[in-house]
């Protein structure tokens, strides 16, 4: 698993909420897998992230990561990209590493 490059750990992110409530936030995201099928599919997600790691309704890079990667982990199969809504713009957060084949 790759991850997107951090600029300043400490940077909001203006990312599509679906949901904002006193104690979280819930971050509109996708995922795209291959199941155990070996079929490519995809999944809309919702990272919930404590408002302790947000700035108002803006959640800390490293907090939004952290959920990102929970999902990853938990994912129904191969997990190939994990994608954020960030200002309007669908933004990739994790990608599988390229497999290296020889022929």
Same mark, same amino acid.
């Given at each position: 698993?790759?991850?997107?490059?951090?600029?300043?750990?400490?940077?909001?992110?203006?990312?599509?909420?679906?949901l904002s409530?006193?104690?979280?936030?819930?971050?509109?995201?996708?995922?795209?897998?291959?199941?155990?099928?070996?079929?490519?599919?995809?999944?809309?997600?919702?990272?919930?992230?404590?408002?302790?790691?947000?700035?108002?309704?803006?959640?800390?890079?490293?907090?939004?990561?952290?959920?990102?990667?929970?999902? *990853?982990?938990?994912c129904p199969?191969?997990?190939?990209?994990?994608?954020?809504?960030?200002?309007?713009? *669908?933004?990739?957060?994790?990608?599988?590493?390229?497999?290296?084949?020889?022929?």
């Amino acid at each position: 698993m790759e991850t997107l490059e951090l600029m300043d750990t400490l940077e909001r992110v203006n990312a599509e909420l679906l949901l904002s409530t006193p104690l979280t936030v819930v971050v509109r995201a996708r995922l795209e897998f291959i199941d155990e099928n070996g079929k490519a599919d995809e999944q809309e997600l919702a990272l919930v992230i404590p408002r302790s790691r947000c700035d108002g309704d803006s959640p800390y890079w490293p907090a939004l990561m952290s959920a990102a990667s929970e999902h *990853w982990h938990r994912c129904p199969g191969c997990a190939r990209r994990l994608l954020v809504c960030v200002d309007g713009e *669908w933004e990739t957060l994790l990608t599988a590493e390229a497999e290296h084949t020889t022929h």
